[in-house]
Structures are given as structure tokens and as C-alpha cells.
């Protein structure tokens, strides 16, 4: 008798379902998609124990027929392709027919589904078996229930993270569909508790503030290019607004969030050296493209495309990044109250200096939290760098909270102290040349100076907060004077 034999179906899903659902996120992405699909307006997500327990996903969107609902399960059953041209258009997130009779065959599943005017259903699966199927009164849309993930392998179980972790990984990916989607009212609960919610009004900064705070909307720019093959549109954070990975840079095409290191790096080449070392910009950027200059058919989760003219595009986002970038003035603009302290601090900056001589700053030289001053002496132990590491040690993880305008600045006990700062030895900066818009040059005794115009704008800030919250009295170091 010959050794090969067929696998029976179930097993065939459970094998599929290892490609495509790896984590509880692979389910709430599967469905959520399925609910785009469908065209919803409105998606609820609830997750309990990160997924582990329960995953309900309940939409507005189209339904499935009751007569339908069991087909919906079977492998290769889908609604998205019919013809072998089709899978070379596709615009929805599915069409491989595979999510649904995957997740069913190593959980189990209820579904209730009710077309508009339509009387609903509901079936109820486990481990790939139909233990039920009914008549069910629900409204139009389509409402799914995903428990004990994994129960019958135990070998994926093994390969989860923490809770903590896997909810991670469901919120992170919620955000992302709420940022590709931003005319789809999103909400997520995770065991009882609201996480995050989206309005659905199609305004994505405001998307992006729920995700990453209102500070960080604010400081988005917009984005719009094309060419004959693509049309991207977007918002990217100006260059002060910065994030330490690229984790924050959200990209999709044609709706589709999806993953590309090198669509990724053209747009942080787009902000050229306006970014600092190691960090990365918050950005949105949805990439329209004619379906068939894209193979979303290369990933079983379609997390990752292939691109025919992807040159093109990646030329296209550097350069609308690096258009939109330059036409900022650079200086983060903080108002008019930051030009003015710095105006003022000038000459009773070369007042006090001159007559002591000691510092002999013609422009005021500040001291920024982050990569700070870089001494080009490749001695990293001369005594200014040493000085610098004693009083910079402690590193600055968040910018304090702005003032609300209406609270008046109080900044008569700021002085500039000239002899605390010769004394703590503070280098005497001479100032030279500003370079690319962005650093300050100036020399010292030991060598040259550049100095991050950002970060020195960062640090004004943060040392005005901190006499404004009383933590200081006075500052003992180089600061404009109001
Ligand atoms: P695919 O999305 O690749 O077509 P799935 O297994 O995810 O495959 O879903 C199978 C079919 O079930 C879909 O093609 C669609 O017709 C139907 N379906 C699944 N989820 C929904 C939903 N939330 N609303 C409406 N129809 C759905
Ligand atoms: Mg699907």
C-alpha cells in the first residue's frame, strides 16, 4: 500500500493555521480585517487575558448570508476572489479564504452574522468541528467570539510572551488599523477596561493623538506627493518630535498596514541630518498604488508586500519627506516668548561677560539635554568632556508638560550667573557659524563645540519649567535671561 495519503482537513487548517495565526493578535488582525472587509463604520474589540481567554470582535459591516455561514469556515472559501485575474487586483485585506476555518480549527469559535433586512445566524465550531448551527435575531453586522486560543497545541502556547507582552502586540496592532483607517471607529477593551477608541470621523492627527498624545499631533506636518504609479499622503513629525525606534513610523498601502524596511528608510532619509543620531520620527504615510504593482501574496499574514518600482517610490518619499521637512523653519517654535528670551539674553549675555572676561559668548550658547555639545576632540577624557558627564549625568527621559499660556511666566529669579558658571566650568564658548540650519559651532580653548540647536531649544525649555515649578530657585547655569 503506498504512504501517501491526504491529510484530513482539520489537520490541513491546523497546519495552515500555524503560518497565519502565530498570537491573539493574529486573530483580533484576521478578523478585524475580515470586519474591513466588510465595510464596517464601527469595530469593538475584547480581549480577555490578552487574547488567551477571549477575543470578541463585533462590526457593522456587510454580514454573512445565513446560508453562507458554514461555507465561510470551510478552507479556501472566500467572498474576495473568483477569478485567477482577481488575485493579482486585490484590494481587500483577505482573499486567501484561510483566517477563518484557521482560527476555528484550533479554538472555538461562535459567530453570529446577520445581513441588512436579513434574518441572522449563528455557528458554533470548535477544533474545526461544527457543534452548532442556528437561527439567531441579530443586527445587521457580524459578531465573533474566539476562545481558548491554542488549546489543542500546545506547542504554539509555548511560544507566547507574557500577557503583557501578547496584549501589547493586540494593542499596537489596533493602533496601527485605526491609523490606516481613520474613518473607522475603533474601540479596544482588555478585560473590561477601555485601552483606546477612535471616533471614525476620518481626521487622522486626531487619530494620532489619541494614539501618541495630543503634544505629539501637534507637531505633525502634512505630507501629499504623487507621481504617474503612486500617491502617498500622511503626516510626519517635525524633526524635534522624535521617538527612539523605528517602531512609530506606521506605513500602508492602499490601506493595508504593512511592514517595509525600505519604504521605512527612504522616509528617514527624507529628514536627511535633521534627525539626531539614533532617533526616528512619528509618521502615518498611506501609499495608493494600482493593485497590480503590488504582491501582497508573498507573506501569509500579509504583513509584508512586494513591489514592482519600489526605487521609484522610496525616491518619491524621500524626497516629499525631505520638501516637507525643509520647509520648517527649524528652530522648534515655541512662540514668540522663546524668540524674545532669546533676543534679550544677547546683550545681557556680552553686558556681564564683557567686563569680567571671563566668558566670552557672543550669542547665546546653550546647554541642551541630548546629544548635547560634541567635543570633536576625539579625547573623550579632556577635562571639559569630564566636566560635561559630572553635571550632564543624569539623562532627561521626558520633556516636562508645557505651561498653559495663561499662566504668566515667572522669570524675575532667573539669573544669568556667570561666576557659578565659570566656576562649575563651563567652557567658554566662542560662537562661530551655524551649520544646515541645525548646529551652532563655536570654539573653546580645547576645541570645537557643535551644538544641536534642537536639543539647546529642549533644554531652555525644560530649565524654564523647572524655575517655574519651583524646583530651582535660580539657575546656576549659562540660561537666557528674560
Ligand atoms: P478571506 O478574508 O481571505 O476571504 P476568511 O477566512 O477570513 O477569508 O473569511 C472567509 C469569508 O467569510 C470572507 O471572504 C467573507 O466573505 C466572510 N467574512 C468573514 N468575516 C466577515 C465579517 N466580519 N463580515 C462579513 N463577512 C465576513
Ligand atoms: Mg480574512
Redo the contacts with the bound molecule.
Sequence with gaps: MGKIQELDTVLADQIAAGEVIERPASVVK??V???I??H?TRIDIMVEEAGLQEIR?I?N????ASD?LA???RRH?????QTRRDLFRVQ????????????ASIADVE?V?AQANQAGAMIHLRGGEVLATQAASARP??D?TVRDLFYNTPARLKYLKSPRTELSKITDLVNRLALAEPGIAFSLHHDGKEVFRTVGNGNLQQVLATIYGTKAGQKMLPLAASDPDFKITGLVSLPELTRAGRNYVTLTINQRYIRSFPLTKALIAGYGSKLMVGRYPIAVLNIELDPILVDVNVHPAKREVRLSKEEQLTALITTAVAEVIGQQNLIPDVGSQTQELVAATAPALSEVAEPTAEVTIKRPVVVPHEPVIINTKTDLASPAMQRFDQRYQAPIEEQPAPIPPSQPLQTENVALDLTTATKTGFPQLTYLAQLHGTYLLAQAADGLYIVDQHAAQERINYERYRVEIGQVSRINRIYCNR
Design positions: 484576521e478578523l480585517e475580515n470586519a472587509d466588510a464596517s470582535i462590526d459591516g456587510d454580514g454573512i453562507e461555507i465561510a469556515f472559501a472566500t467572498s474576495k476572489i481587500t485585506m483577505g482573499f486567501r479564504g484561510e483566517a477563518l476555518p484557521s482560527i459567530l452574522s453586522g457580524t465573533i
